[in-house]
């Protein structure tokens, strides 16, 4: 839910002064982003700082790879707790103003963080001190010229309220990296629901693209329904369509192939044509 003044980034384009949300669905849309995250700035020798519910916490995009010492520091918050049970913000900006001025004393050049804050919606006034450490972190963050930041939490244990506001709280909003972009085309993964996004054209010269990442959508599903967002799509040939119908065919039985938000001129062919009655294919929402 991103608010009239929010920058989206993919999280390859993130950068020093960013104070990223993500609200994820799943362990995949968590490993998508997060771990690159984490796993981009292992491999470029930057600082990354992952701040926890817990000691025991599975970072995403390590893959059981250790990284050289001294690059990851994984911090849990167990001990961000006031007397009644209550979460302290003051603790976590403390630990975390600590963990940076090491890092900067290492002279990285540039320090990665990234907070999971899922566990505080379970506290007493969870959502309101969360907030109050969100706006706090949003001072210190965006005027740094050296420290990136995603804050992330599990948008299924959120109320749309409570997404609103957290959401209003951040300046960017981290997406995954694109399957594949170029000046033309570009294709995301979606988790929520689970698919891809189509933005720009789609010729038959990009067929291949399409089918390689509709492939890896279809390989990590469990029979559900898969959606393409066709939104943002200006032009798709008839091989393409071709191409969707074969797929659809290929899957009546699981979950179907469903497109969404297709232009009207699209859709007004489909349904003249009769492709919409195809098995495993649907028309989504408009």
């Not at 991103?2 to 799943?26: F, I, K, M, N, Q």
């Not at 490993?31 to 984490?38: A, K, P, Q, W």
């Not at 103003?97 to 963080?113: K, Q, W």
């Not at 379970?122 to 969360?130: A, C, I, N």
Request: proline share 6%; glycine share 8%; hydrophobic share 40%.
């Amino acid at each position: 839910m991103e608010t009239l003044s929010s920058v989206r980034r993919p999280v390859r384009e993130l950068r020093p002064g960013d104070h990223a949300w993500l609200a994820y669905s799943g362990e995949d849309e968590q490993r998508h982003v997060v771990g690159s995250f984490v796993r981009d700035g292992l491999d470029s020798d930057h600082k990354v700082i992952y701040l926890a519910g817990s000691d025991d916490v599975d970072v995403p995009g390590m893959n059981g790879v250790s990284p050289r010492p001294g690059l990851l520091t994984v911090v849990p918050l167990a001990d961000a707790r006031r007397p009644d049970g209550g979460f302290d913000p003051a603790t976590v900006l403390k630990v975390l103003a600590s963990e940076i001025a090491g890092a900067e004393d290492g002279d990285f050049p540039t320090i990665r963080v990234t907070v999971d804050m899922t566990f505080v919606l379970e506290r007493p006034d969870g959502l309101t001190e969360l907030l109050r450490c969100e706006r706090q972190l949003e001072r210190a963050v965006c005027p740094s010229t050296r420290v990136t930041a995603i804050c992330q939490i599990d948008r299924r244990r959120l109320t749309p309220d409570a997404r609103s506001a957290l959401a209003a709280s951040h300046s960017t909003f981290v997406t995954p990296n694109p399957e594949f972009s170029d000046s033309v085309l570009q294709i995301v993964r979606t988790f929520s629901p689970v698919g891809l996004s189509l933005l720009g054209e789609l010729d038959a010269s990009r067929h291949m693209v399409l089918d390689e990442a509709l492939n890896a959508v279809l390989a990590a599903s469990r029979g559900e329904e898969i959606h393409l967002d066709l939104a943002g799509l200006g032009f798709i040939d008839l091989g393409a369509l071709n191409m969707l119908a074969d797929v659809a065919a290929r899957r009546s039985g699981t979950g179907p192939l469903v497109l969404d938000s297709m232009p009207v001129q699209l859709r007004t062919i489909m349904e003249t044509v009769g492709w919409h009655m195809l098995p495993g294919l649907r028309l989504g929402s408009v």
